[in-house]
C-alpha cells in the first residue's frame, strides 16, 4: 500500500468514525486505542499539540482538538520510533483528519452564531398592519355594505365601510389593469379610480346551514376561520365560549405579510344582502327565502378588502420572471410560516390566495380561507386517520400525494409537513403561465403521477425556479424539501448570487460574511421602503436564519446547477 493511499484511507476512517457519532465524547475513542502510548487522560500530563505540528494543527481545547493533537504527536513519535510505514502513515493521517474535522466544526460554530444574531435582530420587528387599529366594530350595524366580491362554497364576500377603520397610510386598493408596455410586459399594475378608497374593508358572511343559530354553536361549527384573527377580533364573552371543532380552541396564527388577518369576527341575524336570492338562495333562512335551509344567525368576518384573487389576476397576465420569483417566494413565506405553528391550510388554490400591489408595483400575495385547516394544538400538523370518515381538507386536485394516497387505519396517520409545500409547487405552474397539471382535462392526478410527467414551465423561467417547483412536486415527501428550505433556494438565487459563486458545500464562512454585509443593507433600506414586498421578503428571510436549513438550500442550488434540470 502506498503512503498516499495510507493517508486517504486514515482520513476517511476518522470521517466515518466522527459522522457515526463515535467520538462524542473524545473518551470514547481513547478506550477503543488503548495502549502505552495513546493515553488521552494520562496521569500528570496535559494535552499539547508538539511545536513542530503546522500551525493550523495546534489546538488547545479538551475534546476533539486536544484528542487529535494527541494522534498526531503521537503519529510523529511512530514514524521516529519505528513501527511499519503503512500503520504510521494511516494513524498520522487518523489524527490529520480529526483536527481537520474539528477546524470544520469551529467554522460551523461560528457561523451558527451569526446567523442567530440575525435573526434574534429581525425577529424584533413587528408585522404592520394594513388597516390602522379600531375599537369598535363588533355589530353588522357598525359597517356600510357594498356590493358582492366574491363567493365560495360556504361563504359570501362583500365591501364595506367604516368611519372608525381608515385604511392605514401604505395600504394600496384598487382595481387593476394590464400595462401594455412597461419594465416587464404583462405585469398587473393598480389603476386609481374615484372612490377606491370607498369600501377598504371586506365582510364574508358564513353559511350557516345545521350548525344552530346561538353564538356557541356557530362559533364552535366555524372555529377554523377564526385562526387567523388577531387577539381584538372577539369580544372577550365570546372568546370563552369557544371550544372549537375537536372539542377544543384551534390555535390562532401569528401575524404575517402573507397571512390574511382578521379584524373582527362576530354573530348576528342574516340580512338580505345585494344579489343574495340569485347568488345562494338556498343559503338563507326561511324568514328571507322560504325555500331556504339556513339559520336566522351566523358567522361574519371583517377583513381588508383586496383589489383581486390570484386566479384573477393570472386570467389577464402573466408575472415577469421576477415578480413571478418573488410570488411563489411569498407563498412559500406564508406556508412555512404557518408550519413552524403546527398548522396546515389543506386548501391552497388560487382563489384561495388575494393579491394587492406595493408602491412599486409588486404583486403582494396573502393567504385566505382557513375553512379547511388542521389548528389544533393535541394533533399539530399528523391527523390520525384511523376511518376513511376524517376529513383530509378540501380541493382533491391539490391535495399532496401522502394525503390522497393514505389508507385509515389503526394507529395510521396522515403527515402535513410538507403537504401545502407541495401545493405551492403546483401553483408555481400557473403563476408562471402554464395550465395547472392538475387540473387540465388531460391532466395528472396527485395519488398517480410520475414526476417524470411533470410538463415543463418553459424556456423563460429562471433554472432555479424550475428546480424548486420540481422539489416541491416530489411525490416522496421525505425527498422533498421543506417550505423553509424551498424559500431559502429563491432567497439565495434572488439576492445571494455573489455568496453563491465561491460557495462550498462543506464551508459557509463565506456565506455568513455575505449574510453580514446583507443584513446590513436590509437594515439601511428597511427604514426608507419598509412597504415593499421585497423588502418584506428580505427581512423575513433574515428574522428565519437557520445554518442547517440554510446548508440545505446551497446544496439543493449546487446539485441543481450541476445537473441543469429539464423542466
Known sequence: MSVKHALSRGLEFSRSLFQLGILK?????????????????????????????????????????????QLQSAGFRRLIGGGSPRNRAVFLAFGVGLGLIDQQLDEDRRSAATCQEIQALFTKSSVQSPVKPFTSGYKLEDYVIGKQIGKGCNAAVYEAAAPFAPLGPNSRCSLVELKQNGEESGIMAPLKFPGAHSYPLAVKMMWNIGAGSSSEAILNAMAQELVPANPQALRKEKELVLNGHFGEAPKRVTAHPNI???????????????????????????????????????????????????????????????????????????????????????????????????????????????????????????????????????????????????????????????????????IGYEIFGQPNPFYSSSGLESR???????????????????????????????????????????????????????????????????????SAVVLLKGSRRNALVEAELQRGFLANLDLEELRMAAGYLMYGRQLSFSI
Open 25 to 69: 465524547p473524545a473518551g470514547r475513542i481513547a478506550g477503543k486505542f488503548r495502549g502505552e502510548r495513546l493515553r488521552v487522560n494520562q496521569p500528570g500530563r496535559s494535552v499539547q499539540p508538539r511545536t513542530f505540528l503546522p500551525a493550523r494543527y495546534r489546538y488547545y481545547r479538551t475534546s476533539l482538538s486536544g484528542l487529535a493533537a
Open 260 to 426: 390574511i388577518q382578521v379584524y373582527r369576527a362576530f354573530t348576528a341575524e342574516v340580512p338580505l344582502l345585494p344579489g343574495a336570492l340569485n347568488e345562494y338562495p338556498a343559503a338563507l333562512p326561511a324568514r328571507l327565502n322560504p325555500a331556504g335551509l339556513g339559520n336566522n344567525h351566523t358567522l361574519f368576518l371583517v377583513m381588508k378588502n383586496y383589489p383581486c384573487t390570484l386566479q384573477q389576476y393570472l386570467q389577464v397576465c402573466v408575472p415577469g420572471s421576477r415578480h413571478g420569483s418573488m410570488m411563489l417566494l411569498q407563498l412559500l413565506e406564508g406556508v412555512d410560516h404557518l408550519c413552524r405553528q403546527d398548522i396546515a391550510h389543506r386548501d391552497l388554490k388560487s382563489d384561495n390566495i388575494l393579491l394587492e400591489f406595493d408602491s412599486a408595483d409588486c404583486p403582494r400575495l396573502v393567504i385566505t380561507d382557513f375553512g379547511c385547516c388542521l389548528a389544533e394544538e393535541r394533533l399539530g400538523l399528523k391527523l390520525p386517520f384511523t376511518s376513511r370518515y376524517v376529513y383530509r381538507g378540501g380541493n382533491s386536485c391539490l391535495m399532496a400525494p401522502e394525503v390522497a394516497t393514505a389508507e385509515s387505519g389503526p394507529g395510521v396517520e396522515i403527515n402535513y409537513s410538507k403537504a401545502d409545500a407541495w401545493a405551492v409547487g403546483a
Open 448 to 518: 398517480s403521477y410520475q414526476e417524470k410527467q411533470l410538463p415543463p414551465l418553459g424556456a423563460s423561467v429562471p433554472s432555479d425556479v424550475q428546480l424548486v417547483v420540481r422539489l416541491l412536486l416530489r411525490r416522496n415527501p421525505k425527498k422533498r424539501p421543506s417550505a423553509r428550505v424551498a424559500a431559502n433556494i429563491l432567497h439565495l438565487s434572488l439576492w445571494g448570487k455573489r455568496a453563491l459563486v465561491s460557495l462550498k458545500p462543506d464551508s459557509m464562512g463565506k456565506m455568513a460574511d455575505w449574510l453580514l454585509c446583507h
